[in-house]
């Protein structure tokens, strides 16, 4: 067998396309006097997959001479090889068409040892990178915007986890300013010990929309809170303990809500674990750099220069402000984790606030800042039209469920069969919204639509999971086991040829994901694979075929689902075996 050359910023151990790549780099590289790594950074993929699977245009080797007869020349020079078995020239471009029995060997038996591991690799190798998200307000309503950051924050943790980064997941809860004492002001005249154990999230809202409606009318309730606030500030015990309290029983609660969600964040952080030190050192250290002025008691930093407005940074009682802790947190942050990325997974409303904390901190002289990066995002429309109430996580989940659940239902004779359909309802449903949220452009607007995403046909979540637990149901019932060994090459059909092309790309799209930051990459991706599944089922059975085309259709079928059930983990979707 020919020997798989290595070639720079490839990874044939988790992505068996470059053993191809590589051998093609290496033989263009001996022609055209390049090193592979140029070669192999130029190679593509034809769009029509009848000329061939590997291609490199030759007017961007930069070379002299006529492409046309270049490419010409080469295919004339190209000796085939077991794994490389042709060369054509079509214009300027050259074409190789690799040995699809042989990748189909080499990928099967790659995923069978790689199993959930398939499509990761570990290029980062362990750089640590801190992901804030979610991050909702204590005592305010969880909205559709806090809804996107959580799905796309983790499904970022995950993709750099797949790339081989660390990732610490951080929830920076929005706890602290003066509408904080305004709530303990609130609790006094509208709280209940019991209620607030209860469920402290849906108390604390109802006491803050109380006392929201006495400030309306007396203007003196501002003026205790603000005093609050500034005790609060100022370290007062009492005040102190009774927040420490309400934030607590918060976290607690969110725990159990992101657990439905398979999400676990690292660290709470929030707003009031910034402490004082570091926003004082902040203000010291901006003063001193001349980047600060006074205006009317309160401390600022013009950034009219770059277009990004003014920013206070401390109020004329000496109280602090968003901005004022995103700068101490941010700095705290890399003096404690050192990170080699940070990103802020925030809706595009903040992309002035994030520019402004970006600057002051690049002002301030901190290089890190390049490590910074915003993951914004557009906004959602109608999320709560259907019954008005959706104001916290636990209500989108539950309200998501019943009409899953009633969905579900239509179908009566299979609706019979489903062991555990309150489960079944709750993933579904899950996929249907998050699938709906990850299918576009982060930036894009979109419109929550609450008949489109629980279909089960068309893009939607509902239909991946389906996909995967049909294969999941071909694996139960057709009475044999999984033989890594079977006899692949026997799987000449077209619909078997394009499913395994489809799987052996995963591991470039898992790549790309981390470049795009677009979690459409893998929805787009795993979309496709259902598609080319539920056509290779329509013809290739395994229940009744030949023994040996059995093994090897169950082996690709299975393979397949290996495939689809990663790409929705890395969604932050559990696949579904039975629905
Ligand atoms: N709690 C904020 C909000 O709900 C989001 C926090 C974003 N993160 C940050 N570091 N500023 O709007």
């Not at 395994?500 to 787009?524: F, G, R």
């Amino acid at each position: 067998m020919t020997s798989i050359p290595f070639v720079k910023g490839s990874d044939f151990e988790h992505n068996k396309l470059d053993i191809f790549r590589n051998i093609v780099s290496h033989e263009i590289a001996k022609l055209s006097e390049k090193s592979p790594e140029e070669v192999y950074n130029l190679l593509e993929t034809p769009k029509n997959s009848e000329h061939g699977d590997i291609a490199i245009a030759i007017p961007r080797l930069r070379i002299k001479g006529n492409p046309a007869e270049i490419a010409q020349s080469w295919v004339e020079k190209f000796v085939p090889n077991e794994y490389v078995i042709s060369a054509t020239a079509i214009g300027h471009f050259l074409n190789f068409k690799i040995s699809h029995p042989l990748l189909a060997k080499i990928l099967l038996q790659h995923i069978y040892d790689a199993k959930e591991k398939y499509g990761s690799n570990n290029s980062a190798s362990g750089k640590t990178a801190l992901i804030e998200f979610s991050s909702p307000n204590i005592a305010k309503p969880f909205h559709a915007g806090h809804l996107r950051s959580t799905i796309i924050g983790n499904f970022m943790g995950n993709v750099l986890e797949a790339n081989g980064w660390k990732t610490i997941r951080m929830n920076y809860l929005g706890d602290w300013g003066k509408q904080y004492g305004l709530l303990a002001i609130g609790f006094e005249k509208y709280g209940s010990e019991e209620e607030l154990l209860k469920d402290p999230i849906k108390h604390l809202y109802e006491v803050y929309v109380k006392i929201n409606k006495d400030v309306e009318t007396d203007k003196d309730v501002d003026d205790k809170a603000r005093a609050y606030f500034k005790n609060m500030e100022e370290g007062d015990q009492t005040a102190i303990a009774l927040w420490d309290k309400f934030r607590n029983l918060s976290i607690k609660k969110y725990k159990e809500t992101y657990a439905r969600l398979n999400i676990n964040f690292d660290v709470y952080s929030g707003e009031s674990q910034v402490s004082n030190k570091s926003m004082l050192d902040a203000l010291a250290l901006l003063k001193e750099k001349n980047l600060t002025q006074e205006s009317q008691g309160a401390i600022i930093v013009d950034l009219k220069k770059y277009k990004l407005d003014v920013a206070v940074l401390q109020k004329t009682d000496g109280t602090t402000l968003y901005i004022t802790r995103d700068v101490g947190a941010a700095i705290e942050r890399y003096e404690k984790y050192k990170f080699d990325a940070m990103y802020y997974v925030v809706a595009s409303q903040q992309d002035l606030h994030l520019k402004q904390l970006f600057k002051i901190l690049e002002l301030m002289g901190f290089d890190w800042v390049d490590r910074c990066k915003h993951i914004n995002f557009g906004m959602v429309q109608g999320m709560s039209t259907r019954k008005g109430t959706a104001v916290f996580l636990d209500d989108i989940l539950e309200q998501t469920k019943e009409v899953m659940h009633e969905v579900m239902k239509q179908n009566e004779k299979k609706y019979e069969q489903i062991e555990d359909p309150d489960m079944v309802a709750d993933v579904i449903g899950m996929s249907a919204v998050m699938i709906q949220d990850m299918s576009a452009k982060r930036i894009r607007n979109y419109t929550f639509n609450w008949t489109r995403m629980f279909s089960f046909e068309g893009d939607t979540g509902p239909y991946i999971q389906y996909a995967h637990a049909r294969l999941c149901s071909i694996q139960r019932n057709c009475g044999l086991s999984i033989n890594p060994d079977a006899k692949i090459e026997l799987l000449s059909e077209k619909p078997a040829l394009e499913l395994i092309d489809m799987i052996s790309q995963y591991p470039d799209v898992v790549k790309s994901a981390l470049y795009t930051l677009e979690p459409c990459t893998i929805v787009t991706y795993a979309m496709k694979l259902s598609h080319t599944v539920s056509v290779a089922l329509e013809t290739l059975w395994v229940m009744g075929a030949e023994r040996e085309i059995a093994e090897a259709r169950l082996l690709m079928y299975w393979a397949s689902r290996i495939t689809l059930g990663n790409s929705l983990k890395l969604l932050g979707l559990k696949p579904l075996e039975r629905m």
